[in-house]
């Protein structure tokens, strides 16, 4: 199998998106997303990339990517966010999420980070057994907050 790991190009961003929506089908959220290729390529090209993208390709044709980002936490310093790791539904199962992982984790020590983090749902049970393999501690007593574009106007009116 000709599998080939690579920083993502601009150019590479129409398949991302497609990626990225793939994801929301199957995790049951398919009009959730907002972005576009020309958000992808201004946040990630742009003077001040936001992100760093890692594409898995199979046979010349991208079928998995990794996004990430650097935050700082208040414990640990510098760590690396994974925000999705994401491989097409016909590749699942075939080592493409093994070796996107791999190069974040390279790439998140080339860095020099303290921890690398990301959030994986409580029903993926598959992704879930793939993290705890690969020696991730899965925070089962942590829940994720957030605040969205409604929420924050709701919040911003009461103060």
């Not at 890692?54 to 414990?75: K, N, P, Q």
């Not at 016909?90 to 992982?101: A, I, S, V």
């Not at 020590?109 to 793939?130: C, H, M, T, Y």
Request: glycine residues 8%; aromatic residues 10%; charged residues 35%.
């Amino acid at each position: 199998m000709d599998i080939k790991v690579r920083k993502a190009n601009k150019s590479d961003m129409s398949r991302i998106l497609d990626l990225i929506k793939e994801l929301a089908i199957f995790e049951k959220e398919p009009h959730a997303v907002a972005i576009s290729v020309s958000d992808l390529e201004r946040d990630g090209f742009g003077e001040n990339p936001k992100f760093q993208c890692f594409v898995a390709e199979f046979d010349g044709h991208i079928e998995g990517m990794a996004l990430v980002y650097t935050r700082y936490s208040t414990w640990k310093g510098n760590i690396l966010h994974l925000e999705d790791l994401i491989v097409s539904e016909r590749m699942r199962g075939k080592g493409l999420g093994t070796l996107l992982l791999d190069e974040v984790v390279r790439y998140g020590q080339d860095l020099g980070v303290k921890r690398i983090s990301w959030e994986v749902l409580d029903w993926n049970e598959p992704a879930i057994k793939f993290y705890e393999e690969k020696g991730a501690d899965v925070k089962r007593d942590w829940d994720v907050v957030h605040l969205n574009e409604k929420g924050i106007k709701s919040y911003l009116s009461k103060i």
